[in-house]
């Protein structure tokens, strides 16, 4: 990763799921039963676990989504709920395997779609977490998420053509969503054009949904390198003053200081020419 160019791969997963709200990764929603102290069933476990969850006590919910399995092998909604709390625990590969149950078990369920996405992500499988966003895609075409992780997806796989598509998609669906403006822009640099992709720092910058200094830094230091591309010194040392200013307090004193090295030689006069000897 260049020092240049500050993608957001990593915090593009994690916002993605975000910006569902609660339609995917809520947890499913609890059958009634009526919990005896005595002699639980597999109901019971299950809506036990959705307590835990609910009070991020994940470990707490893995184990009662495991008897409510023990007792009914085929509680499609039990694995599910299980991969959501595995991969909160950042167990991505036991995710993965409980996603994959639940497809098996009831393939309507394409929340687990979604999801094994991420968690593919997470390990590496770029081409299977693409692979499982299409599918969902072609069930629920209108989840500006999915768009957004499979545009990340494929922009580190080197689809930068197929990542720009998809995030205009997430665009056209999410048009407040700062951080795709950031993705693009972070695209339209790398392809030299330099004022588009300040459009769309710029975009990012005033529609920043507290996606943290660092992330917002990131916006400015790279909305400085496409000034300086096209010769305007005094917006890019204002972006550069305010990156580092923005990297000091998210504790990144190096990135700071990268900022206002660039912002001194920026400010050098330019060397005059040596006269021949």
């Known amino acids: 990763m260049s020092r240049s160019q500050r993608y957001m791969a990593v915090l593009g997963w994690v916002v993605a799921t975000a910006l569902l709200g609660g339609s995917l990764f809520q947890v499913a929603s609890a059958r009634p039963s009526l919990i005896l102290a005595q002699q639980l069933t597999a109901e019971d476990y299950y809506n036990r676990g959705i307590d835990k969850y609910r ?5 707490g919910a893995v184990e009662d989504y495991n ?3 023990q007792l009914d092998p085929d509680f499609a909604s039990a694995y599910l709920n299980r991969g959501i709390a595995l991969r909160r625990l950042g167990d991505y590969q036991a995710a993965i395997a409980d996603y994959t149950k639940v497809l098996t078990l009831d393939p309507k369920k394409i929340n687990a779609l979604f999801d094994r996405g991420i968690a593919r992500a997470a390990v590496g499988d770029l081409r299977g977490a693409i692979e499982d966003y299409s599918r969902f895609l072609q069930q629920q075409p209108d989840v500006a998420a999915a768009y957004l992780n499979r545009g990340i997806a494929r922009e580190q796989m080197g689809d930068k053509m197929g990542a720009m598509q998809d995030y205009a998609q997430t665009i056209r669906l999410s048009p407040n969503y700062s951080l795709i403006y950031y ?9 030299g054009d330099h004022q588009s992709a300040i459009d769309n720092y710029t975009r990012a910058i005033r529609l920043n949904q507290s996606w943290g200094n660092r992330s917002l830094a990131d916006a400015y230091f790279n909305r400085a390198l496409a000034q300086v591309r096209l010769g305007r010194q005094r917006p890019a040392i204002d972006d550069y003053r305010k990156a580092a200013e923005l990297y000091s307090q998210a504790g990144k004193p190096d990135e700071a200081q990268d900022a206002l090295d660039r912002i001194k030689r920026l400010l050098q006069p330019p060397k005059k020419p040596t006269k021949p000897q």
Request: net charge positive; no cysteine.
């Open 67 to 69: 008897r409510a399995i």
């Open 55 to 59: 009070q991020a006590d994940w470990r």
């Open 183 to 191: 993705n693009r822009g972070n695209l339209l640099l790398e392809a």
